[in-house]
């Protein structure tokens, strides 16, 4: 079985915790607000779009941000980031950060006062315990310390560990449809449905292989070119071991000559 054929076959049974997948279910608006809602627990108003996969470059050479799905309310006074986040790489509140700060900067543009900018939630799905306290769901905004005044900048940061424990309902419904795809309720069901359509499409197919086959290309060019930098690495130390060992008896002329050094090497090893 050749690597398309082997990707046909994945694709068919992608679920909806795969970054593709979610994203690509999270632009049927109608999902897209019920899953917030249930995380939150808490009305939400109408939304008219949902930018997937949407990168935000603030300025030549500064780290840019792709958003997973980014969910912006009908008049536009908020903005939710939802993110489906697989593996723990132990960066998460620096993460929240960053995309929390990328986003207002990309938001306010020149001479407008702050307050234009929206109410802002970061929503992180993670398919790991990321504070390892057992609970499904945490949820952040600034605030006194020791007042415990809030702040009142409209800037929240929600963690949903779907591995935690909570006695809603409905959030246990969705957790357990994200880790097991069981379907247990009419949301589930409308996600399950738009996951098995998407499985059907065509087009998103060919979509999800050619980012697979793009992305396993440069990885191998990257491994080829990590051992390329190794091999270099290592005729180096070999050529300064042997410098270091015949220079007392040959002239470097010699060495290079016997070594066959060529010039940037030579400018390298500083000979």
Known sequence: MNIEEQLRQQYATLPFSDNFMFT?????LNIARKVIKIILQEEIP?????????????????????YDVHIRTAEGE????????QTDKKNLPKRMRYYQATADTSFLQKNTDYNALPKYYTIFICKYDPFGTEV??????????????PLGDETYK??????????????????????????????????DTEVNKIRQNSVLMKDYLDMKIRDDELKNESRAEGR????TEGRLETLKQAIE???????????????NISDSERKILAI
């Not at 499904?136 to 005044?149: I, M």
């Open 158 to 191: 929600v963690v949903l560990n779907v591995l935690g424990t909570t006695d809603r309902k409905e959030l246990q419904g969705f957790m357990d449809y994200v880790t097991n795809g069981i379907v247990s309720d009419d949301t589930t069901q409308d996600i």
């Open 46 to 66: 109408d939304i008219d779009k949902s930018d997937i996969e949407k990168t935000v470059e603030t300025s030549v050479g500064i780290h840019g941000v792709r």
């Open 245 to 259: 060992s015949l220079k007392k008896t040959m002239s470097i002329e010699a060495i290079v000559a016997m070594f």
């Open 24 to 28: 690509h279910v999270m632009e049927n």
């Open 228 to 231: 390329a930098e190794g091999r």
């Open 136 to 149: 499904a769901l945490h949820k952040f905004c600034n605030y006194d310390v020791a007042g415990h005044l």
């Open 78 to 85: 908020i903005i939710y980031n939802v993110e489906m986040q």
